[in-house]
């Protein structure tokens, strides 16, 4: 995969803080999908707390260590060498984790791999990181309210930036945190006839 050069930490090491900040969204025990998961992070840190942990990424080093770890599927498959799609198309997560990462013909999909209520949580470099160094290519950054455009219309955005961040190294960042509408009630009533309550505080 076309994984954009790492910051610091990346790898196995601290969960990115915005991952962490949106996580009491994932339904406790809810499947998670880590999209191009590289040493696993954010793998680990799910499958620590009880969530059986999906992570897909090209690199089969990256992912040896994870095998190893209790509750955690680690599937090898190149996502833009046009294969198909590594899992069964019925199969829906609780929260769909992708960082440092950008394949924009996988982005309509995203929302689709979500079960009722589940969570994207998104976070990745920005136009304007070409100022301060790598990643620089067009292809790695996103456009202004690029994130917004590819929920709009599927996912309930909770949580939105779109800026520079001094640490884990200085850079441009957006970050979305969307989730799924829930299933309908069974008195009938839809999915948007009742407002969800996301806790924005965690």
């Not at 090491?13 to 880590?34: F, K, N, Q, T, Y």
Request: charged residues 15%; proline residues 10%; neutral net charge.
């Amino acid at each position: 995969m076309s994984t954009v050069p790492a910051s610091p930490g990346e790898g196995v090491g601290e969960p990115s803080p915005w991952i962490l900040r949106w996580s009491h969204l994932v339904v406790p025990g809810g499947a998670v999908l880590d999209i191009a998961a590289g040493g696993g992070r954010h793998a680990r840190w799910f499958a620590g707390r009880g969530h059986p942990v999906v992570a897909i990424d090209r690199s089969q080093p990256a992912l040896a260590s994870l095998s190893a770890v209790a509750g955690v599927e680690a599937v090898c498959a190149d996502l833009e060498d046009g294969s198909p799609w590594p899992l069964p198309d019925t199969r829906r997560f609780a929260a769909v984790v992708v960082t440092n990462y950008l394949h924009r013909p996988l982005m309509p999909r995203l929302s689709q791999l979500l079960a009722p209520g589940g969570g994207l949580l998104y976070e990745t470099f920005a136009r304007g990181n070409e100022t301060l160094g790598k990643p620089s290519n067009p292809a790695f950054l996103l456009t202004p309210g690029e994130l917004l455009d590819a929920v709009r219309g599927r996912l309930v955005v909770v949580g939105y930036e779109d800026g520079y961040v001094a640490l884990p190294r200085p850079a441009f960042v957006q970050r979305i945190c969307a989730v799924a509408p829930a299933a309908p009630s069974g008195d009938g009533a839809s999915a948007d006839a009742a407002l969800a309550r996301y806790d924005l505080a965690g």
